[in-house]
């Protein structure tokens, strides 16, 4: 489709079939109450903002892999064809065949004055500007990239989310320009400007309304792109794990090189990974002591130790790793679920049961765990009392319904079962009436919620 003809691939039928009939009906709506703002024709699509709740950035494209949509707005960002993308698709394919053709236009232009309606509307265009600017830089200049870099990247002034859209293909466009010099060869100047960038965005992200994660796709790409300029460079592995870790180390809301010993495990080989390990070691050591159990750094670093030990295949390297950090019950759950995995039941209770003996029954994940393992191990009688305990501590109906189901496979239900609604009778005997008009009153609610799911099918 050229740049000046209206949208006449996609008529109203296609419409109909890409959207639901409520979806369509509303997005017809939108299209003849003039929600759809000026058409832009380009020469893969058309583009335009659509009012709904608020402004939406809509586009639609045709390209090699056939029909293409996009909307800001949260139906449209899940993927879907929304009511938004209705109302353009029906704006623009209604387009009457006479409307005024920019391209027979232009082509009535002599070059010098298309460069100057171009330069013009360039400055007027601040993502049309920066396209143009990163088209024309020079590799062998990468000074004017990183300031091309920093100036897409971190804004002048606050994005909102209507603008957020504009303000990534500007981002985009810059950052095509650095992943272009891999293919000449550049990837040492990849290797920096990728680093720079995720700088940059880190000082965003304060700066712009994200509400569509659009700083992390863009984190992710260059963090993509500083694995494949590694790759093509192949720098020495303990160099390599020195300036990772750095990168890691150093944070950040985006987090680029969150879980870079995984991704760059090929590239660091066995020297790397050991140089990984020892910088890790000695963070951990530096931290163990003084950071709070939840520190961010300290949980970076934990995290870092289980995955190295991961990369080894040692399945006990990994419960040690897990297990240098033994403060709450979830750690435990983890443990247990990695035995698990390898059938090591045995293991996995005796976790369990210390997780449970040291954090009590904290979490109900960890106890129904155990619950689970006592019963295959043929120990029914200790998953009843565990659940016994978790009812007599926090009486409800689920973990009423689970001791219930408990007792019947072991065997116990018949005789214990009064005793455990008598636990439901004293705590609701044991409330106190309200003192105050706000306060819930007192009721038996949970005693008829047992005897009516005992008296049903």
Known sequence: MSGGEPLTRLDIADVERLADPVTFGRGRDYAEGGAVGRVRHVADGVRATVIGSEPYAVELDFGPDGFGFRCSCPVGVSGSFCKHCVALALVAAGSPNDAPDPRAYLETLSHDELIDMILDAAGRDEVLHTRLAAAAADPDAPESLRRLLLDAIVPRGYVRYDEAYGYLQAVDAVVDRVEALLAVGRADLVLELTEYAGDCAERAVEYVDDSDDLLGGVSDRLADLQLAA??????????????????????????????????????????????????????????????????????????????????????????????????????????????????????????????????????????????????????????????????????????????AELRRRAGMWADRRDEAFARLRAEVDRREPPRYRWQPAADASLLVEVLLWEGGP
């Open 230 to 403: 590694c790759g093509a460079i192949r720098p020495d592995p303990r160099e390599l794990a020195q300036r990772l870790h750095a990168r890691e180390s150093s944070g950040g809301d985006l987090a680029m090189f969150d879980d870079a010993v995984t991704r760059y495990a090929d590239l660091l080989g066995e020297p790397g990974l050991a140089r990984y390990h020892e910088l890790a070691e000695q963070e951990w050591a530096a931290l163990a002591e003084h950071a709070d159990l939840y520190d961010p750094a300290r949980l970076r670093v934990r995290s870092t130790l289980e995955a190295l030990a991961a990369l080894t295949g040692d399945v006990d390297a990994e419960v040690e790793a897990m297990a240098r950090d033994l403060t709450s019950a979830y750690q435990f759950l983890r443990i247990a679920e990695r035995l698990l995995r390898e059938d090591r039941h045995d293991d996995a209770l005796q976790w369990a049961e210390r997780g449970l003996e040291i954090h009590g029954l904290t979490d109900a994940r960890l106890v129904d765990l155990a619950a689970a393992e006592y019963h295959r191990a043929g120990r029914g009688a200790a998953a009843v009392d565990l659940l016994r305990r978790v009812l007599d501590r926090a009486p409800n109906m689920p973990t009423y319904q689970r001791l």
